[in-house]
């Protein structure tokens, strides 16, 4: 029996989702890692204009056009939303999907259309940062090829430091 093709397609953010999207990825992360919302980054995560200003916010919606999750396309070290200096590379930042819409493969396909994206803007990595408590993103990295790079690691708060991973492409 063949594997069944997803039933949603990933796309760029309209502006009427953004305020969906950003409870969204609050409401994902809360799920997860509550400690880390602290007031200025739950605000941060429910900016999904100001992302879409800078770089690329992708989401994947179902056939009915409902929200599934969504993610942060970052193009590359000089933008303001990179967490990162690496040379050449990209990044994925805020990825989300709704709790109550895991194991459909929502993160994947949201992660597969940010690594397209660097490939063919010439990248050569993309780096990405994750809480220690993002467990079943962590294995999600690693199945697309992503390692640890503890040399990306940071420091945010002096109870939790981010946990950096990179993919040379």
């Known amino acids: 029996m063949g594997e069944q093709p997803p039933s949603f397609v990933v796309r760029a953010v309209t502006a009427a989702e953004h305020d969906a999207l950003g409870q969204l990825t609050v409401e994902a992360y809360r799920a997860v890692e509550p400690a880390a919302l602290d007031d200025g980054y739950e605000a941060e995560l429910r900016d999904v204009a100001h992302r879409a200003a800078l770089a690329e916010v992708l989401v994947a919606v179902d056939e009915a056009g409902g929200l599934l999750g969504g993610v942060t396309f970052v193009p590359g070290p000089d933008s303001p939303l990179a967490e990162h200096d690496v040379a050449d590379a990209a990044s994925i930042r805020m990825l989300a999907v709704d709790p ?49 790079s503890p040399e990306l690691d940071w420091p945010v708060t002096p109870d939790l430091t981010l946990l950096g991973y990179r993919l040379d492409l």
């Open 100 to 148: 109550r819409q895991e194991g459909r493969g929502v993160g994947r396909a949201l992660s597969v259309a940010c690594l397209e994206r660097a490939a063919a803007a010439g990248r050569r990595a993309v780096v990405l940062h994750s809480t220690p408590a993002m467990r079943r993103a962590h294995g999600l990295y690693g199945s697309l090829g992503f390692e640890r």
